[in-house]
């Protein structure tokens, strides 16, 4: 019932985004077009049903840019075939079936769970010497690959230390070397694999081969970083899950991705983390990474794991009759032995076949980076570990720092010369706050939003106290000036593009040629004028202004009573260009 009132609850927030939307475009239109573009985004990115936004179209008597329209959606076709055929190596089911049709045997994988740690942190996966027993290259069995040139191809071995694809984890990568006990290899001796994907019992090695040929004894090399970092990643995750249970109760993995650089783990959770849930999540992995537990990794029959009382696992998944147990902390064989002594509820326990860190003190530093909706009823959390953690908590107190100066900035006062910089400062930190990791930027974004308020208010004080001072400077030029022919003047300069025909009501009787200058936060800043000329004067407000314009490069247009004009930059000719337009006017005036 819960997860029916989510569905609805979502679908009318998406109706309620998508109205709004559509109010915004269709105000803009003024041909009775709606665009293509942003009929498009509405339907595919968004959802929204065709059929309804015809209707609500349609009922304010619009039409759609059908053509825009198709030839988006040809175009994601396109892109969609590019991006299906961009791998030249898929493994599939015919793979599997042309290495059995030859008799091959499946390619024994345990040798991926052999490594060591020296000097305290610094994992070793030792190389492994095996036989080439296939080549698949554009989806045959080959004898040997090509000579002259690199080709992406599937190798398979007899052995292998190399870790495939599954359980979340990423595959590793490295090469296969034609030269035994050796990494010291030229580009013709060796396969570089950048994937490995398992199937059927079969591991294959995706890469660019050269010059390897079936039968060949080949060493095989692991990279080291990356299966570490992968390994660091992994017991994470299972920490994660485990800290997660502990603060929420009852939740679900619904997948995992463990890559070098980050970790995400999906779970079923209908509303999004709290600042306390976040804080106390943190806090349960960095206890266990502190405590330096040991990892224990053991083989065992299915029914006995399964009666582990806390054991995690998932629970749409089909388990072979001997599975794999992990745990951070707590000795397997104790449990097995005592499986209501309630060690897999104080402590991290799952079955798994990946790789993980023999010690919890290996993984470094933890935070949580960001928590999303991955799907109705699932959150999804990504987190860092080690070195890419720390750089995470010192780039957060950097944005800190820069926050609390701000306020502090914005405290003291704004003012016309200052709020430019304050203002871009506050949005180049808003955009770095996204960035901050969660329980950090949980913690600031009530101080980010108060500045970002205050300073709205304090910028609309100084741009009405802005419009104060041009009015009162129009007014005193209307006294000082009073006995005069025509008026040229340059304004008060204004932060918003207010243009200068706002002012020309104060000079009703004479000629008058106005300018005023908006300053701009980058870039460079524009000058807009205003011509205005009563009736029965001789002089012809667009030549008075295309006279000024012209040498400043500028644009301009109007007629003989009333014109405008627009330049950006050139600073340094204004003044002169002012000056030429009142001997103009005077030259002009003094004839009557």
């Not at 569905?7 to 559509?22: D, H, V």
């Not at 530093?365 to 995470?392: I, M, P, Y």
Request: aromatic share 6%; hydrophobic share 40%.
């Amino acid at each position: 019932m819960m997860v029916l009132q989510k569905e609805e609850e979502s679908f009318s927030e998406t109706l309620r985004k998508c109205q709004r939307s559509i109010n915004r475009t269709a105000a803009k239109v003024k041909d009775g077009v709606f665009p293509g573009e942003a009929a498009y985004n509405l339907v595919h990115q968004f959802g929204f049903p065709l059929e309804m936004l015809l209707t609500v179209l349609e009922m304010r008597g619009l039409k759609y840019d059908e053509h825009v329209f198709l030839a988006l959606e040809q175009m994601k076709r396109r892109l969609g075939v590019q991006q299906k055929t961009k791998t030249k190596v898929t493994v599939s089911s015919d793979f599997v079936r042309l290495l059995e049709n030859a008799g091959i045997s499946p390619t024994d994988d345990s040798y991926k769970y052999n490594y060591s740690v020296e000097d305290g942190n610094n994992y070793i996966v030792p190389c492994v010497t095996a036989e080439v027993k296939a080549i698949i290259l554009n989806g045959q069995l080959v004898s040997e690959g090509p000579s002259k040139q690199f080709v992406e191809c599937a190798l398979v071995l007899d052995r292998t230390c190399f870790y495939s694809e599954a359980g979340g984890q990423d595959a590793d990568s490295g090469i296969v070397s034609t030269i035994k006990e050796s990494v010291a290899v030229t580009p013709h001796e060796l396969c570089i694999v950048h994937d490995v994907k398992s199937m059927g019992g079969y591991v294959f090695h995706i890469g660019r081969l050269v010059k390897v040929a079936v039968g060949d004894h080949v060493t095989v090399h692991v990279d080291h970083e990356k299966r570490k970092e992968l390994m660091v990643n992994h017991t994470a995750t299972h920490l994660l899950n485990f800290a997660l249970r502990s603060v929420l109760g009852k939740i679900e993995q619904n997948g995992s991705n463990v890559v070098k650089d980050h970790l995400r783990f999906n779970f079923t959770w209908l509303e999004a983390l709290n600042k306390a849930q976040v804080q106390m999540i943190e806090k349960i992995v960095r206890d266990q990474i502190s405590r330096d537990c040991e990892v224990f990794t053991k083989e065992s029959p299915r029914e006995d794991a399964f009666t582990v009382e806390g054991l995690r696992y998932l629970s749409n998944q089909s388990y072979s009759p001997s599975v794999r147990v992990v745990s951070a902390g707590a000795d397997v064989d104790s449990m097995l032995e005592n499986p209501d002594g309630g060690a897999a509820m104080e402590s991290s326990v799952e079955l798994c076949g990946g790789t993980h860190v023999v010690r919890t003190g290996h993984i470094g530093n933890f935070v949580l980076l960001k928590d999303v909706q991955h799907s109705l009823c699932v959150r999804s959390v990504t987190a860092l570990t080690g070195r890419a953690a720390d750089e995470a908590v010192e780039y957060g107190m950097n944005v800190a720092q820069d926050l609390a100066q701000l306020a502090k900035d914005v405290q003291q006062g704004v003012t016309t010369d200052n709020l430019d910089v304050l203002l871009e400062r506050n949005a180049k930190i808003r955009n770095a706050l996204a960035s901050v990791h969660l329980s950090k930027r949980m913690l600031l974004e009530n101080l980010a939003k108060d500045i970002s308020v205050n300073l709205k208010s304090m910028s609309n004080r100084v741009l009405q106290s802005s419009k104060v001072d041009i009015e009162a400077y129009c007014q005193k030029l209307v006294n000082e000036k009073r006995n005069n022919k025509f008026v040229v003047a340059k304004l008060p300069n204004h932060k918003k593009k207010i243009k200068p025909t706002a002012y020309l009501h104060h000079f009703v009787d004479v000629p008058v040629l106005l300018l005023i200058k908006h300053t701009a936060t980058s870039g460079p800043s524009e000058h807009h004028f205003a011509a205005c000329v009563p009736t029965g004067s001789k002089l012809d407000a667009l030549k008075w202004l295309r006279l000024l314009n012209r040498p400043l490069g500028g644009k301009h247009g109007g007629d003989a009573s009333f014109a405008l004009g627009k330049v950006v930059g050139c600073e340094d000719n204004i003044e002169a260009a002012m000056d030429m337009a009142s001997k103009y006017a005077e030259r002009i005036l003094r004839e009557e």
